[in-house]
């Protein structure tokens, strides 16, 4: 079934620092791959999205390129901004149990950043 | 759009009660999920209708929970004889099942069982 593996948080990082945090995927053909980002006590909200190789996905300065060479979707920012703190979860369809509905998520990577 | 809506937002329930939540998907989608998440962990899967019909179910959905989505709209979660493990955040989402496949969130459920 299909996986993803994000870093391990949380990241610390100071106002305006530039941001990555890493996303591997594992998948049968090529997904479309997404971003979503969660803040605290709310439900998830699509960052941004790529549905084929070599597509770069970008939303409030936030970037993602799909790379099927590396099998990885990268989500990076130039310049963060302590609104920018909250759960980061890479994703994409198909389920690590088996079925081909609903979206398999990482595990999240907590971002915090310090003003 | 109106986006994907979850209510109550917050339920605080002594251990055996029962509980129920609704979703309002989007309108116009057809396929409707419940996810489970706790604290720490990303969404975990639960169950997925197309228009009414439930068309999977995880086994993480043992058989005091159950959903519904009677009229291909709205859809329930209920689950019985709560036990302190089934507190989490009960997610919901929709997507057009066209390609590409986004799926939308709403704001969650959270269970708290005491």
């Known amino acids: 079934g299909n996986s993803v593996t994000q870093m391990e948080g949380p990241v610390t990082l100071s106002e305006e620092a530039f941001l990555t945090i890493n996303c591997t995927y594992t998948?049968?053909?090529?997904?479309?791959l997404f971003w979503y980002v969660q803040y605290p006590g709310e439900g998830l909200q699509l960052l941004l999205k790529?549905?084929?190789?070599?597509d770069k996905g970008s939303n409030k300065g936030f970037e993602a390129t799909y790379r099927k060479e590396t099998t990885s979707f990268h989500l990076e920012k130039g310049s963060v901004q302590v609104s920018d703190s909250a759960v980061y979860f890479c994703?994409?369809?198909?389920?690590?149990?088996?079925?081909?509905?609903?979206?398999?998520f990482g595990k999240g990577t907590h971002l915090i950043i310090q003003p | 759009d109106t986006g994907v809506s979850q209510n109550p937002r917050h339920k605080i329930t002594k251990r055996g009660q029962n509980v129920t939540f609704r979703c309002d998907p989007i309108?116009?989608?057809?396929?409707l999920y419940w996810y489970r998440q706790t604290l720490g962990q990303g969404p975990e899967f639960l169950t997925y209708?197309?228009?009414?019909?439930?068309?999977?179910k995880s086994r993480l959905l043992s058989d005091r929970f159950s959903a519904e989505r009677p009229k291909g709209s709205f859809s329930t979660l209920e689950i019985q004889r709560t036990e302190q493990g089934d507190s989490a955040m009960y997610l919901c989402?929709?997507?057009?099942?066209?390609?590409?496949?986004?799926?939308?969130f709403g704001e969650g459920s959270w269970l708290t069982v005491v």
């Open positions: 309108s116009e989608h057809n396929r």
């Open positions: 994703a994409l369809p198909g389920r690590s149990g088996g079925g081909a509905d609903g979206l398999t």
């Open positions: 989402a929709s997507s057009s099942g066209l390609s590409g496949n986004t799926i939308y």
């Open positions: 998948a049968t053909g090529y997904p479309s």
């Open positions: 209708f197309q228009n009414e019909a439930q068309l999977e």
């Open positions: 790529a549905t084929k190789a070599d």
